[in-house]
């Protein structure tokens, strides 16, 4: 089992930054990739950044591609979401989600955390 705890979310502006991180526990060795989603009022989740573990392989979505950016800090089992030039469309509840190996979806989630922009 892994437990993921995300943390960061607060009302920005729009133009603003905002770093969100997700602490990840349990059995960490299981994970193969980690990933963000975030989901709007009235909308579907939607995929927003995600890394694997090791090795540098990033994707993104075509709506924050050159403004968000997913680290990762592996001796704290933790990765962030480091977003730039906010947009009110950006808000939204974002999630943190770890992918086990051998698995073809994400299959942990974290609770949430809130990121409002304001115009």
């Known amino acids: 089992q892994v437990t993921l705890v995300e943390s960061g979310g607060r009302l920005v502006q729009a133009g603003g930054s905002l770093r969100l991180s997700c602490a990840a526990s349990?059995?960490?060795?299981?994970?193969?990739?980690m990933g963000w989603f975030r989901q709007a009022p009235g909308k579907e989740r939607e995929f927003v950044a995600g890394r694997r573990r090791s090795g540098g392989s990033t994707d993104y979505a075509d709506s924050v591609k050159g403004r968000f950016t997913i680290l990762r800090d592996n001796a704290k089992n933790t990765v962030y979401l480091q977003m730039n030039s906010l947009k009110p469309e950006d808000t939204a509840v974002y999630y943190c989600?770890?992918?086990?190996?051998?698995?073809?979806?994400?299959?942990?989630w974290g609770q949430g955390t809130q990121v409002t922009v304001s115009s």
């Open positions: 349990g059995r960490i060795f299981s994970i193969y990739a």
């Open positions: 989600a770890a992918r086990s190996a051998n698995t073809p979806s994400f299959d942990y």
